[in-house]
């Protein structure tokens, strides 16, 4: 069942942080919201992992209505939020056991979502060491490893490779690729960098400034254009004429 | 050199300045003065005190001394502020004296100080007396001819000492469990704060929320995690409390007066339940703080905001303030204070005496520390403060 995403509206205070957004994304496929930083990426992705309310709209996945129902929702989703930190003192694998009590329905389960834990985060003997030693992208991966861990038929990674290094980020990259597929699971990635939504992303859609500028596959948003960027700078232009002459 | 510190100055200080919250930081000083000003007014001991005292024999020497200090003298030792008893050898006197008082506040500190002022006169007044009658030959007699003794008696519970003494006893407990209490409180607060606030800047919050966790569960977690960690430091303070009171308040003037508190007493089992209510009524406004604050910069200065409340009964114990002496909105203040309580009944380890106050610390302590506990569920779930006060007021309106 596809992930349907209706007229979503967000304000803070007076500013305006997401205007109608609408997209469908597919089972087993990486749907990616490409757009610079404060276009409302994060907002959208808050909202579809149930940890914000909007102002308006609806999210539905598998006839559940996400954001009223959102107590059950959260047993099929795993959300990593962007640089999202870890507990000091707690080891990567006392991280990984806590997930994995959250999620897990038996004994058998706890087990196996701790062992794709372990092999999906690849931290070595470091999964015993307490996180506060970890860098930056010791702590991403371990924050992937728990979200894909518990096979959620929805995880949302907002900027899942940032602050890795480029060999990690190739693995993450088809670590989530292969996730999506194996599980036929929908993910549901932000990114500002054009080059990782291209080379992770079955289907993109291009936000700014809160609005879904356009939707489709990799394909058919580039057309003639040589690349994202290009078709991103062009989208974006055409945007601000159009609230010019409005 | 110096154009690049000014700009690294100009941008902390504009960095630092524009936040408004800095200037609660800012009057906090004003506030806390205002309120010691206060606090020291309300507490001050009075100018002047009735003092009735019953003396055994009638002495007409020694009588119109007291009359002419203003004391009244009564013919029931009963109801009397002080028993004067003496005995006399030759020239020299002995006096027994035994204070009475009910509660350790400023009117007996005042009628304490009096007494020993008005004795220490007796001796200059009855060393005069013999000068002229016996001349200066007897050295030995005028130099020191009258000795006192005091009994001090506190609703029963009787001390060999002279009252000051008690006073200087329970000043310094009152300064030493008050300052420390304060300091666990506001400690308190800041752990629960920092509980959730450290989740909030490192984005795990945020990550808690996403999993098949309900809110009241993350909610309660947190509250029980506090509660642990106030329950654990009130043990390390009772432990504290009992070390100086057993070393320090039964060996004060030499005079030892036997163990203050045993385990099994109640005004210690009362003291633990109202030190616990304390700790997690701080560590509710703690979680409270944490959830309103972004990082802990905004916490830190609601943090600073609620030291005040808890100053406020510190403040006033340490002043010698006793809760039967104020009346008036201050009094309600200090008496919706949980801190206050567990401050109070530390005077009953040196009194034995409990004043009443400890039932209402308990029901207002769990009161406020659910009603601050059911505003922080409100937030976690989502709720808009804002709009719910609304409604309800529309609702009220409606009815």
Redesign the interface.
């Known amino acids: 069942m596809p992930l349907y995403v209706k007229e979503l509206f967000k304000s803070y205070g007076s500013t305006v942080a997401v205007r109608g957004i609408s997209f469908t994304a597919e089972e087993g496929k990486v749907f990616g919201l490409l757009g610079p930083n404060g276009a409302g990426k994060t907002t959208t992705l808050k909202i579809i992992s149930t940890v914000l309310r909007p102002d308006s709209g609806s999210v539905f996945l598998n006839a559940v209505d996400i954001i009223r129902m959102a107590e059950s929702a959260r047993e099929f989703l795993a959300y990593v939020p962007e640089d999202a930190g870890t507990y000091r003192n707690l080891t990567g694998y006392e991280h990984l056991e806590f997930a994995a009590t959250v999620y897990a329905r038996n004994r058998d389960e706890y087990k196996a979502f701790l062992e794709d834990g372990i092999r999906i985060a690849d931290l070595g003997d470091k999964i015993y060491e307490k996180t506060k030693s970890y860098s930056k992208g010791m702590k991403r991966r371990l924050q992937i490893a728990r979200a894909l861990m518990v096979k959620p038929k929805l995880a949302v990674l907002d900027e899942p490779t940032a602050g890795i290094d480029v060999f990690h980020a190739i693995n993450i990259r088809n670590l989530i690729k292969k996730f999506a597929n194996k599980n036929s699971s929908i993910v549901i990635v932000s990114s500002h960098n054009m080059f990782e939504v291209e080379k992770l992303c079955d289907e993109i859609g291009i936000i700014n400034e809160g609005v879904l500028l356009r939707v489709g596959s990799i394909k058919e948003i580039k057309g003639d254009n040589s690349d994202l960027e290009e078709v991103f700078m062009k989208l974006a232009k055409g945007d601000q004429m159009d609230k010019s002459i409005r | 050199m110096k154009r690049k510190i000014t700009a690294l100055i100009k941008k902390d200080l504009l960095d630092v300045l524009r936040d408004p919250k800095v200037y609660i930081g800012f009057l906090l000083p004003l506030a806390i003065f205002a309120a010691f000003g206060f606090i020291s007014a309300v507490t001050a001991p009075p100018s002047s005190v009735p003092l009735n005292v019953y003396v055994s024999k009638n002495w007409s020497l020694f009588n119109s001394y007291l009359y002419s200090q203003g004391v009244t003298i009564t013919s029931q030792p009963y109801n009397s502020d002080a028993i004067i008893k003496f005995y006399n050898n030759s020239n020299f006197i002995t006096f027994n004296v035994t204070f009475n008082m009910k509660d350790i506040n400023q009117i007996y500190y005042a009628k304490a100080e009096a007494l020993n002022y008005i004795l220490n006169g007796f001796q200059a007044y009855y060393r005069n007396y013999l000068l002229e009658k016996i001349g200066v030959a007897n050295f030995k007699v005028i130099s020191n001819p009258v000795n006192y003794s005091f009994i001090t008696n506190i609703n029963n519970v009787t001390y060999s000492l002279n009252p000051l003494y008690i006073f200087e006893m329970t000043q310094i407990e009152e300064f030493v469990a008050p300052t420390i209490l304060f300091a666990l409180c506001i400690g308190m607060s800041e752990m629960a704060a920092t509980l959730i606030t450290v989740e909030q ?4 919050f ?2 808690l ?6 809110r009241y569960d993350i909610l309660t977690s947190k509250i029980i995690s506090s509660f642990v960690i106030s329950i654990l430091s009130s043990m390390f303070y009772l432990v504290g409390l009992i070390i100086f009171s057993n070393e320090y308040l039964t060996l004060l003037g030499g005079v030892k007066t036997g163990p203050v508190f045993s385990v099994n007493d109640l005004i210690l089992l009362i003291f633990i339940v109202l030190l616990i209510i304390s700790t997690i009524f701080s560590s509710s406004l703690g979680i409270l703080i944490g959830l309103l604050s972004k990082d802990l910069r905004i916490a830190n200065v609601y943090l600073g905001i609620i030291t005040v409340p808890i100053l406020i009964p510190t403040l006033f114990f340490i002043a010698g303030g006793s809760l039967s002496y104020v009346s008036g909105p201050f009094k309600v203040l200090l008496l919706l204070l949980p801190p206050t309580y567990a401050i109070e009944i530390t005077r009953a380890f040196i009194t034995r005496y409990l004043t009443g106050y400890w039932i209402l610390g308990i029901v207002i302590g769990l009161a406020e520390t659910f009603f601050i506990l059911y505003i922080a569920s409100l937030i976690i779930n ?1 709720v808009n403060l804002k709009s719910k006060i609304s409604k309800e007021v529309q609702n009220y309106q409606g009815r």
């Open positions: 800047e490192e984005k795990t945020e990550m929320l996403s999993m098949p966790l309900k989502g």
